[in-house]
């Protein structure tokens, strides 16, 4: 029987993506076990959360050491979607694909919980092999330098949470690497799902679109008009799959469901709102600097994070504008989209809402970091962004675990 090898790009950035996902999972665990020092003093309010949270905490040794801290904030809501289905309204905030995907492993006798974990992390290692295969698309140097930066990213922990941030960046990294291979509607279709990952996906549109239009570009010479525009059309309809996807969801929830929008949901039920992208920095700075007091006082180390997150994404998107011939258009294109929502999600206090958070759905900004050291960092460099980014990491990943609201 002939055995089955992967290419050798593929081969090595499996390794390496999974040796990448072993170390945050051992790091991230290990973290943790510093509840039984530092147990947290807050329980959920909701009575069936309170009770889940108990079980996970009075069960057994897995359950209390390396699911009970994962238990906490969005994770309680992706888990009532997974059990019961939109059964609330302020839940249709969350599209239902990582729901989906717990309910699904659910059906084989996993507990919800330990499905949650299970699909999250599932997804991480795929989202890192991807990521790699990307990075060594632009150069072999470049891979293990943008993985290493990715990995060591202040809220890369979120990738192994019963979140779905790694589900939604696995989707956009395919989608974004199919797009470059000229896949196009394999990328419409990935995207598509990201979009029922996150709302946000649709910003996938426009990298599938300037591809669709690069190769029409390419190849129209010598053709009739019409024929011309019957190709633009099919290069450029898969680009049109997220926004249907998103269309479909919105429509589903007002007229199936008979919620109100989404959007409407997120303003009447979570306190957030479209702004100014300039609104939620001065209202971080401000609250953070003592100039004004918040009604509802938010914990510091998450505003402090936030403001942090956006301005390194803002000068890297900076630098990738203005480098925008030497990196692909279409990450640059994700990229910008990505952090004009970031900026744009505001809290009713005037607060950024979990940019920290968002800053890793923005992946490209680590590959283009990766690109521009054209030189590997000395060693005692490496050792201190290691350091400091872990460090961080310990702290935020801690206060979580303690409901301390940080992204």
């Given amino acids: 029987m002939n055995r089955i090898s992967l290419p050798a790009p593929w081969k090595k950035a499996v390794k390496t993506g999974l040796l990448t996902f072993l170390g945050i999972r051992l790091w991230s665990s290990a973290t943790l076990l510093l509840l ?30 390396f699911l009970a801290p994962w238990y906490r904030w969005d994770t309680v809501h992706y888990l009532d979607i997974a059990q019961n289905g ?20 659910s059906l084989t006798g996993v507990a919800p919980m330990t499905a949650a974990v299970l699909v999250s992390n599932l997804c991480a290692v795929g989202a890192l092999v ?63 799902l990201a979009v029922l990952t996150r709302l946000q996906g649709i910003i996938l549109s426009l990298p599938l679109l300037y591809e669709g239009i690069t190769i029409y570009c390419q190849f129209r010479r010598g053709k009739q008009w019409h024929v011309r525009l019957m190709d633009l059309l099919k290069l450029a309809s898969p680009a049109a799959l997220p926004v249907l996807t998103a269309v479909s969801f919105v429509v589903y929830v007002r007229f199936c469901l008979r919620y109100p929008w989404p959007w409407e949901t997120l303003s009447i039920e979570w306190g957030q709102h479209a702004g100014w992208p300039w609104e939620g920095i001065i209202g971080n700075f401000t609250s953070l600097a003592g100039i004004r007091l918040l009604e509802t006082p938010i914990n510091p180390l998450a505003q402090t994070t936030d403001l942090a997150a956006i301005v390194f994404l803002l000068i890297m998107v900076g ?39 968002y800053s890793l759905s923005l992946f490209p900004v680590f590959l283009y970091a990766a690109v521009k050291r054209h030189k590997q960092l000395p060693p005692w460099a490496n050792l201190l962004v290691l350091a400091l980014g872990l460090t961080l990491q310990a702290v935020l990943m801690v206060s979580f675990a303690r409901w301390i609201w940080i992204a």
């Avoid at 530092?38 to 209390?64: C, I, K, Q, W, Y």
């Avoid at 990229?335 to 809290?347: E, S």
Wanted: include cysteine.
């Fill in 36 to 65: 039984n020092v530092f147990p947290a003093d807050v329980t959920p309010t909701d009575e069936p959360a309170r009770g889940m949270l108990a079980l996970l905490e009075h069960g057994s040794v897995l359950n209390h050491l």
């Fill in 86 to 105: 939109y059964s609330r309204a302020f839940l249709t905030v969350w599209p239902p694909m990582y729901s989906a995907l717990i309910h699904l492993l």
């Fill in 130 to 192: 991807l990521f790699y295969r990307m990075a060594g698309d632009l150069s072999d140097e470049t891979a293990n330098r943008a993985l290493f930066f990715f990995a060591v990213f202040p809220t890369a922990f979120f990738l192994v949470a019963a979140y779905s941030e790694s589900l939604f960046i696995l989707l956009a990294a395919g989608c974004l690497l199919a797009g470059r291979q000229r896949s196009l509607w394999l990328a419409g279709f990935l995207a598509s």
């Fill in 319 to 357: 630098l990738m504008i203005k480098d925008w011939r030497e990196f692909p258009v279409p990450y640059i294109l994700y990229t910008a989209a990505g952090l004009i929502l970031i900026l744009t999600k505001i809290d009713n206090q005037g607060l950024l809402v979990s940019a920290s958070r």
